[in-house]
């Protein structure tokens, strides 16, 4: 049974960092793309970024290239979301999704599996 389960996030002040996680289960990360989500109340959801299977080939959003990395943990089947100079404008659930058939790229707009989601709060 494939499974996703984010951790890592919480309440953080502008300026500060936060490292989520997702663990996967019952599959091979090299057979899918993992793409980390973000969906602000009210907002749509928005790609952030994404790691291919093949490769480990990264894709970022705009709005967090330079702040946040995304990596791989084969051994533990965990893929890493590293979020640095965090803004108010971050504060959303994040979720991780796994995506089947991208080899070696990855998407920022689609999934076929996903987690339940990590919150993630920016204020002073």
């Known amino acids: 049974q494939l499974r996703l389960v984010e951790s890592g996030g919480g309440l953080v002040q502008p300026g500060g960092s936060l490292r989520l996680s997702c663990a996967t289960s019952?599959?091979?990360?090299?057979?899918?793309?993992i793409g980390w989500f973000r969906q602000a109340p009210g907002k749509d959801r928005e790609g952030v970024s994404c790691?291919?299977?093949?490769?480990?080939?990264?894709k970022y959003a705009d709005s967090v290239k330079g702040r946040f990395t995304i990596s791989r943990e084969d051994a533990k089947n965990t893929v890493h979301l590293q979020a640095d100079s965090l803004k108010p404008e971050d504060t959303a659930v994040y979720y991780c999704?796994?995506?089947?058939?991208?080899?070696?790229?990855?998407?920022?707009?689609?999934?076929?599996?996903w987690g339940q989601g990590t919150q993630v709060n920016v204020s002073s």
């Open positions: 019952g599959f091979r990360l090299d057979d899918y793309a």
């Open positions: 790691i291919s299977g093949v490769g480990g080939i990264t």
């Open positions: 999704s796994a995506l089947s058939g991208y080899g070696s790229s990855c998407s920022l707009l689609y999934g076929d599996f």
